[in-house]
């Protein structure tokens, strides 16, 4: 039998006010959007890719592996992969919902602001040039690279965060080191 999919790429929003399931779940349209009573569910990969168009999840997607790809992604319902979560947008991403991940990769056209309620254990690579902004409920290591051309901000509150591979991205005039002054003979 095959995984269930949903694909309309003639520019129409795909709309899930219920529940799909499966092993493999796909769904492809112009914009995607979980509503607030939907939820996607997939044993091994759950793949939402929106044709140009957005992504919005006010319900629950959960799968193994999440593979989201649209202009922008936003995330005020909840998102659980339990291995990888890969995000990637020509725009911005803003989640606001929840967020849990074993792995966070992907990347932002602007900016990518995960600002709810997260527990991710490890970012791995992942490109916003405008700005990152990362709050974590858990401890996080950051394996990345990550790279920005912009701030990146990442709080843990009281959890533990590992710096296992930074990236680049410009420092902020007050951390930079001040000019060693040499004195006059």
Known sequence: MPPPSRSDTTGFTLTV?????????????GSVTVSGTGTVAATGTATL???GGTISDAGLVSATNAVLSAASISIAGTLVATATASL??????TETGVL????????AGTTASFTGTNAI???GAF???VSLT??????????????????VSVSTGVFALTLARLGSW???PPCRPAPSASAAP
Do not use: E
Not at 137 to 142: F, K, N
């Open 17 to 29: 006010p219920g529940s799909i399931a499966g092993a493999s779940v796909a769904l492809t349209g």
């Open 49 to 51: 890719a929106a044709a």
């Open 88 to 93: 990637a947008a020509t725009g911005a991403i």
């Open 100 to 107: 849990n991940a074993a792995l966070l990769t992907g990347s």
């Open 121 to 123: 254990a490890t970012l």
């Open 127 to 129: 490109n916003a040039p």
């Open 134 to 151: 990362l709050v974590n409920a858990a401890d996080l290591a950051i394996a990345g690279p990550v790279t920005s051309g912009g701030p």
């Open 170 to 172: 410009p420092i902020p």
